[in-house]
């Protein structure tokens, strides 16, 4: 008879402790995440906040250090196709026109003082397929290419999932790949290697 009753206290224990972590987190909610909502910079280090958000209106912030949608910011990219070699899923597309002697200075230099030698006319990033590993990123020599911290991007047509970053149009491209095949027209023709004198026959003995 006395494990009955104490069963039965056992269980309203139970019940009030679970209620009271309930009733808590109830009145807890009703607070902003500190005073300045979800703009607060210490948002992630407070325990106490809103439940529900006015999405999109509202929307929690992403950490600085995040991996989200990719930026290259193609001012400093040189073309050099580590990026795309590196993705394991084939999501970087590129193409390059090597830069003619006297467009060296119109191409310029990298923000880091590092001379550019190729146009890069296309430069997409297919984000609806990117899994933002990071690879990308890690392997880029002029660091110019990164994650932000913009985590919503959704939209109605597949292809605007793909990013263009070129730095030349169409009929731009088309000119520079004529020049630069004019130039190398005008090249001298590079001089013949000498021939490797005979090997001298080794001399059989009678
Ligand atoms: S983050 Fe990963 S999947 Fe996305 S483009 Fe870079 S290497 Fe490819
Ligand atoms: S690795 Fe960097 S510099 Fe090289 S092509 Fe990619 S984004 Fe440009």
Redesign the pocket.
Known sequence: MSEYFRDIGSSITTILTGMGITLRHFFSAVKRKGDAGIDDDNYFSQVDGLVTLQYPREAIPTPEIGRYRLY?D?D?????????R?CPIDC?T?ETIKVTKDDLAVCGKTSGGQQKRFW?PV?DIDVAQCMTCGI?VS???????YHTQVSDFSEFKRENMIYHFGNLTKLEAEAKQKKLEEEKKAAPAPKPKPKPAPKAEPETGS
């Open positions: 290259n193609i400093d990219c040189i073309g050099c196709n580590q990026c795309a590196a970087i590129i890069v430069f990308c392997v880029c020599p002029t660091e110019c290419l």
